[in-house]
């Protein structure tokens, strides 16, 4: 076992819900207090699971690459900034205008993969300096690579909203 070698656990992918997921079990298995979380309300990374043995934390993020490049950052990557007494990464956000209808399920916060382009109402310079960016989502599944490389920023559509219209301001966060 890894786990007395090292200060963190990171495991992707095993950890979703139902009858092929050993991760959980394997994981309360080593000690206590074991899985403490297995499911967030989050879209793309619902099955990630997090986990304490012996005051060493344990990550399970997806074997989605997106959902687990999401997760790492959302969760591991702060985790590591604190215990290094660094600040965590601050990425630069901006303001776009939605190209298109976004659904998203209630009670659940949804992350976005965008791909950004200068607005051509504003590239004169003439208008709303503050919003002068076109956000077009990126659709496809948490296993499609290709979408987060082809993706320049992300948004995030709250829990308690049921989507966004196109048009709408929103803020987004580069990822590059």
Excluded at 9 to 21: E, F, M, N, P, Y
Excluded at 70 to 88: D, G, I, N, Y
Excluded at 132 to 144: D, E, K, N, R, V
């Amino acid at each position: 076992m890894a786990l007395p070698a090292y200060d963190l656990i990171i495991l992707s992918g095993g950890t979703s819900v139902g009858g092929r997921d050993f991760t959980q079990a394997a994981i309360d298995a080593c000690g206590s207090p074991g899985v403490l979380v297995h499911g967030l309300s989050i879209k793309p990374g619902k099955p990630t699971l997090l986990g304490l043995i012996d005051n060493k934390p344990i990550f399970g993020l997806s074997g989605n690459p997106v959902t687990a490049a999401l997760t790492f950052q959302l969760l591991v990557e702060p985790t590591l900034a604190r215990w290094s007494s660094v600040s965590a990464p601050v990425r630069q956000r901006l303001k776009a205008r939605l190209t298109r209808n976004l659904p998203s399920p209630g009670g659940m916060i949804s992350y976005i993969r965008c791909r950004l382009e200068k607005d051509p109402e504003y590239a004169d310079g003439m208008g709303n300096a503050e919003v002068c960016w076109l956000a077009h989502p990126i659709m496809g599944g948490s296993g499609l690579l290709s979408t987060l490389a082809l993706a320049d920023a992300m948004l995030c559509i709250p829990a308690n909203a049921e989507g966004l219209r196109e048009g709408s301001i929103v803020e987004v966060e580069l990822l590059k």
